[in-house]
C-alpha cells in the first residue's frame, strides 16, 4: 500500500459515508433512481423523518445526491445520486463484498470456537 498514513484520506471519505442510514439512501437511490422523500422514507424502515431529513442534506452539501424542488401545491421534492454520487457504487460494493465475507469469517470464528470448548 503507498498510502502516506499523514497524507491519508479515508477520514475525509468516511466524514461523508459515515452514518447509519448514509450508505443505504445511496443504494436506494442507485437501485431504484430518482425518488420522493416520503419513497425514501417508505424504503427505509425505522428511520426518523428528521433523520432522513439530516442525512439526505450532508449528502447534497457534498453533492453526492441532487435535490429537486417542484413549483407545485402541495409541493414535489425528488432526490438523485449525481454523476459524481456514481463514483461511489464500486466503493460501496466493496464494502458490501468485505462486509459479507467478514460475517461469514465470525461465523466459522464462532464454530471454531465452541468446537475448541466441545472437545
Not at 432526490?79 to 456514481?86: A, D, F, R, V
Request: hydrophobic share 35%; aromatic share 6%.
Amino acid at each position: 500500500m503507498e498510502i502516506e498514513p499523514k497524507l491519508c484520506k479515508v477520514e475525509d471519505a468516511l466524514g461523508i459515508l459515515v452514518g447509519k442510514w448514509k450508505p443505504i439512501i445511496l443504494l436506494n437511490l442507485m437501485k431504484e433512481g430518482t425518488q420522493r422523500f416520503s419513497e425514501l422514507q417508505r424504503n427505509l424502515p425505522g428511520i426518523t423523518q428528521k433523520m432522513l431529513t439530516k442525512q439526505l442534506r450532508e449528502l447534497e452539501e457534498e453533492d453526492i445526491i441532487k435535490r429537486v424542488v417542484y413549483p407545485q401545491v402541495p409541493p414535489k421534492v425528488e432526490y438523485s445520486i449525481t454523476e459524481y454520487g456514481k463514483t461511489l457504487e464500486p466503493i460501496l460494493a466493496d464494502m458490501h463484498d468485505w462486509g459479507m465475507k467478514h460475517t461469514l469469517h465470525k461465523q466459522q470464528k464462532a464454530k471454531r470456537e465452541k468446537a475448541s470448548v466441545s472437545s
